[in-house]
């Protein structure tokens, strides 16, 4: 794989394993960005009130179009916590009515669905899934173990957050739909990371963040809603769209796309995005990174004398590979490692374990993996913050 390292703005002199929190954008992505950026400040009052509704339309085209579904059944958002804290929000629970998720939640979301669901006399099943996964099935019978009568609807991430795997949410959509079920996806590391086809994964409700691994600049994501649940989505922020002058054909499209005065210009990077990737042959790219990722995961697993989180294949595993580690003070080991060794990756808390998460994308390569072994090899021999 050609090395793009010089495709992207990152400070040269990190080690940087952390794409996984907030991407990076590469440079002509980030110069689309500016070069809006430039046309709003030029005349805003065009740009927010007249050209604004063209250039969000084409780019939600384009998104459309990669993510496989239509075009006015998805809203951009800045993040996926405001998509998901919409649909939270609207959702109509009745007291003693339950949302089934995993013990293996990103936390933002976990406290999202935690305060609707009190506010609303519900409950948040946190359904606990044994680590390491043995397979797909395993997993599947974990997670309904959750489910009773009075589930409503799952919440699940398709990529976890702190331990980087892939869960089987075609399989749990499926299950869900003949359970009547409603499904809210989380897919915040899914767009441009392995493929997506909304259309064929047949979740309700999904969001996905365009500046992690799509590439856009940060506060870009979006959130799809199936016609039919399109209705009961009221606004989070209450603006022109509501009762609106001039209303489009789409409720769902005038009551979320405009939130009051903002720079908007990071969704419309991603038709640039978009054909960066293809330029760069991207799924190829991605392929590489993830056989890096693979193919270095059990030495990381070894030395830290843990087992891997699942199977290491492509079922499991893309870019993002988390090692179970024992250290007291996992933000002193973090802030080490980047201040001692200039490596930027994170050492999360999630339950009773620690992980440590490395990213791989197409500035990595394999020296990148090896200074992190080295660095951690000597930190736990030295019994430094590991042990
Ligand atoms: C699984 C998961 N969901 C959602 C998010 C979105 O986070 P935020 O809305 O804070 O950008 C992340 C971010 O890392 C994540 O890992």
New binding site residues.
Partial sequence: MENLRSQFLLNPEITFLNF???GACPKPVFEEYQRFQLELERDPVQFITVKGYDYIRESREALAGYIGCEADDVVYTP????A?NIVAKNLKLQPGDEVLSTDL??G??DRTWAFYCAEKGAKYVRQHISLPLVSKEQFLADFWKGYSEKTKAVFI?Q???TTGLIFPVKEICAEAKKRGLLTIV?G??VPGHIPLNLNELEADIY?G?CH?WMLTPKGS?FLYVKKAFQEWMDPLVVSWGYDAAYPSSSQFLDYHQFNGTRDFSAYLTIPRAIAFMEEHNWWAVAATCRKLVQSNYQRFCDLMETAPLAPITDEFFGQLASISIRTNDPIALKNKLFQEHQIEIPVMPHGDAVYLRYSINAFNDQSDLDKLYDVVAKLKSEKQLLY
């Fill in positions: 996984g929190s907030f993040n996926p916590t405001f998901i939640e990103y933002a979301l991430s990529i976890t957050s989380d915040a590391h969001t963040a992690k994501s």
